[in-house]
């Protein structure tokens, strides 16, 4: 799957729910998710592809499981990124966590968010809060099909374009805590 994607930063998280409202989107998500992020020792699928591997648990409002085993893969970084992602559904945290680590991947961080998510249209806004040691502030991704979208998206919602970035949740951390785990 193909998705163009930015973060929007310094966001009132009930300012842009309202917002939101107002304009007709609909929830569509209220969810937690557990990721599990992980590469080999000499970090190959991130020097290579720009990309990781990802475990992640995701439960909803009533208490629904699914995990799911994604390859991560950022294709473009001109002013938005670009990422393809090979998804497939797995039912065990533990014996996926085992199955990379006998191939010789580690984890590199692991985190958990709260996830509420809004559609308008073909747009998708998804407001992301980390536990406070993976990313302390919460922000809203945006992702769109096609590249139109993303200005459209800014647009309706009135955000400031100084606090779009392209950035990825490695990137805000290294900067947050001047370091990549």
């Known amino acids: 799957m193909k998705e163009i994607e930015v973060k929007v930063l310094k966001i009132d998280k009930s300012e842009i729910i309202s917002k939101l409202k107002e304009l007709g989107a609909v929830k569509i998500k209220d969810e937690y998710q557990y990721n599990y992020v992980f590469d080999r020792e000499d970090r190959f699928l991130k020097k290579e592809y720009n990309g990781y591997l990802r ?8 208490n629904e499981e699914e995990i799911e085993l994604t390859l991560k893969r950022n294709i473009s970084n001109s002013e938005f990124r670009e990422n393809i992602e090979n998804n497939l559904m797995i039912n065990n945290v533990e014996e996926g966590i085992k199955i990379l680590e006998a191939l010789g991947y580690k984890m590199i961080h692991k985190g958990e968010k709260k996830r509420d998510s809004y559609k308008y249209e073909s747009i998708m806004f998804e407001i992301d809060t980390w536990d406070k040691d993976t990313y302390p502030y919460t922000y809203l991704e945006i992702e769109v099909e096609k590249e139109e979208d ?3 998206a800014v647009k309706i919602l009135g955000l400031n374009n100084k606090d779009v970035t392209k950035k990825s949740i490695e990137e805000l951390r290294d900067e947050e805590f001047g370091e990549s785990n």
């Open 55 to 62: 475990i992640r648990k995701t439960v909803s409002q009533n």
């Open 150 to 152: 993303l200005k459209k």
